[in-house]
């Protein structure tokens, strides 16, 4: 896992680029503590900051250059096929012009690039894994850019008069001096309801987030924009297997998954939380490994549950070497400022992950696995049974127009709450549907109450574009859900936020939940099999006797920290100085923030701390980074 940077532009000179370069490098100390390199053409100045975890020798640092000279790579990220991969290039094949590849290294980095050569483009459809990486040919002057299919590995990038920029953060290409950054208005709203900025927009204008499962070419006549992967479009998989055989290929299928993930050439682990996800992953872990597993668990005692003594039953049951970290709220406290500094894009989650990785890195471990993606692709997350409830209530629309808008003007009424309230919007739509109904399921605010922010222009919008093409047949609705929450919240929020604060501390984190052959196969099922009649009922029954009982039955909990009262008294000037920053920065309606942190305060059921606390990041990223309003 590594850092990655580039600067492609004929206005600037060799010595101006290797600066910028340099430089950006320097920013991305943290996401590669194991060597600084550097790579200058005319054209192009490459940078990589590694972190070692496959083939840690130095004949494997990067840019890495092909033996011939004509190609020169930059690489974040882990080929879990790369040994089947590796051993396919180096056979040549009668009756066709490649030559079988002669490798100087061990590195998935020489796979990647190798890879290329053989099947240009093509390379990515022979992929698994999450990575972003750059590959220049120095004879055609093309430079190849792409992300993974899942889009775990994060890529910014910018491109105008002056060339093209791209780097694993963003904080790089705003820093860098290319030109004079702004903060993106435009998507203030979509921020405010969502916490998040959805690709391929950020909060910097002029700097954009590279989609999953895209690539970039780029040559001084212009850049091209493709889509190599599309997983909405995932053919359905289930009719001719039964419940049975369905759940043995989810059990093969996520065995593979961990099995390709623990390959590595330094000490790993396993976050250990006590739920379904991180127990199936470290239970498989033990099955697979020849190894002890290190197992790491974040407890505190003052909370409204612990799910320290679940996790200590998986450890027990595994035998791993099991780390609970037990953490007062002070704590977490005292690194919440190093936290919010270490934030890449703004966000109004990730300071939970930035603590996790610091304490499992502090134990010497340098990659761990992750159980993110299971409630996405298995039904977890209460917003399952919303969509699924709501298709029941297709026969609202038949009712007038006047008739609705009346119901929710009396849903208003006679229940103050945040679900009564988004339920009373939705009634007011010309079409009461999933592509009305997912958008405001997720969002922090209503349409109403967002308008008294600020403007909400098409404030749906980016949310209402990712579920354009996501098929929604009556019995795969769960799986449109899935799609939704894959292509919305799991990759701009989870995924983005896992990535900066872990690498913050320079641990990599890997999910097998999203292994895009695993993903395809439950995408592909009927709701039939995955109804959320109990929690993550497939994912239970494939794994058969690996979990106990009350491991998998167990009501949802999570990781729970009292920040409700944090923001009223140990926060409480931080957050209001915040407040006061935003406020004045007149991005909002006169008194609207002000307005919203003073019903907080006096508990207003509408505002909880979530709906505040991303709008104080905002201001504290903004001002630290200084950006331009």
């Keep these: 896992m590594c850092g990655i940077n580039g600067v492609y532009s004929l206005k600037f000179t060799r010595e101006q680029k290797a600066s910028m370069v340099k430089a950006m490098n320097t920013t991305l100390a ?25 083939d840690p020798g130095t004949e494997s640092n990067q840019p890495f250059v092909s033996t011939d000279g004509r190609y020169v790579i930059v690489y974040n990220g882990e080929l879990y096929n790369y040994r089947e991969l590796k051993l396919e290039l180096q056979r040549s094949v009668k009756g066709k012009p490649h030559q079988a590849y002669i490798f100087r290294t061990s590195s998935d980095t020489e796979v990647v690039l190798a890879a290329f050569i053989r099947f240009g483009i093509k390379c990515l459809n022979y992929f698994n894994g999450m990575f972003a990486f750059a590959i220049y040919d120095t004879s055609t002057k093309q430079l190849f850019i792409a992300r993974d299919k899942m889009g775990v590995k994060p890529l910014y990038y910018c491109y105008g008069d002056e060339g093209l920029m791209f780097s694993s953060e963003l904080r790089p290409i705003l820093h860098s001096g290319l030109r004079q950054f702004k903060l993106n208005r435009d ?69 593979q998954s961990v099995q390709r993930r623990l390959v590595s050439d330094v000490p790993f682990g396993a976050f250990l939380s006590g739920g379904i996800d991180s127990s199936c992953v470290v239970g498989l872990m033990s099955e697979l490994s020849s190894t002890k597993i290190n197992t790491f668990n974040i407890s505190f005692d003052e909370g409204e549950f612990s799910e320290a003594e679940y996790a ?44 996790v990785s610091g304490v499992t890195k502090a134990q010497g471990i340098s990659m761990a696995l992750s159980g993110i993606g299971g409630d996405e692709l298995f039904a977890g997350y209460d917003v399952f049974k919303r969509m699924a409830k709501l298709q029941k209530k297709a026969w609202l629309n038949a009712l007038p127009n006047f008739i609705r808008v009346s119901g ?37 605010f209503t349409n109403k109450q967002l308008s008294r922010v600020i403007v909400p222009e098409n404030a749906y919008s980016s949310v209402k574009k990712a579920l354009r093409d996501i098929p929604q047949q009556s ?3 769960l799986s449109a859900v899935s799609l939704a929450e894959i ?11 896992t990535d900066q604060m872990s690498m913050a501390h320079a641990l990599e984190v890997r999910e097998p939940f999203l292994d895009h052959q695993l993903v395809e196969f439950v995408i592909g099922l009927r709701d039939e099999y995955k109804f959320p009649h109990t929690p993550k009922k497939l994912l239970v029954d494939s794994m058969g006797p690996l979990l106990p009982a009350n491991i998998a039955h167990r009501k949802k909990m999570g990781f729970v920290l009292p920040w409700q009262q944090w923001l009223k008294h140990e926060l409480f000037d931080f957050c209001n100085k915040q407040i006061e920053g935003l406020e004045k920065k007149q991005l909002f309606k006169e008194g609207a923030i002000q307005g919203l942190w003073e019903d907080y305060l006096k508990d207003n059921p509408l505002i909880n701390w979530s709906r505040v606390w991303h709008l104080i990041v905002l201001n504290h990223w903004l001002d630290l980074n200084k950006v331009e309003i």
Excluded at 30 to 47: C, I, M, T
Excluded at 201 to 211: P, S
Excluded at 236 to 244: A, F, I, M, P, R
Excluded at 411 to 424: G, P, Q
């Design 30 to 54: 943290h996401r590669g503590p194991d060597h600084d390199g550097v790579w200058l053409s005319d054209e192009l100045s490459l940078g990589h900051r590694r972190l070692s975890i496959i």
């Design 187 to 255: 998507v203030l709203a979509e921020y405010t309801l969502y916490q998040t900025v959805f690709a391929p927009n950020t909060i910097i204008k002029g700097i954009r987030f590279l989609e999953a499962g895209h690539y970039l070419t780029y040559t001084p006549e212009g850049a091209e924009m493709m889509q190599y992967y599309n997983p909405n479009k995932i053919a359905n998989t289930s009719d001719d297997l039964d419940y049975t055989q369905i759940c043995s290929r989810v059990n093969e299928l996520l065995s």
């Design 487 to 497: 292509n919305t919240y799991l990759q701009h929020t989870l995924l983005r936020d």
């Design 312 to 355: 200590k039953q998986i450890a027990k049951k595994f035998n791993t070497n099991h780390h609970e970290i037990r953490l007062l709220p002070s704590d977490f406290l005292e690194q919440l400022p190093n936290a919010l500094r270490a934030m890449d894009h703004p966000s109004g989650d990730g300071p939970n992950t930035y603590v």
């Design 408 to 444: 929710a003007a009396v849903l208003r009424l006679r229940k103050t709450s945040v679900s009564s309230y988004k339920m009373a919007e939705l009634l007011e739509e010309d079409k009461i549907n999933f592509t009305n109904a997912y958008p405001l399921s997720r969002s922090l």
């Design 475 to 477: 019995n795969y609705l």
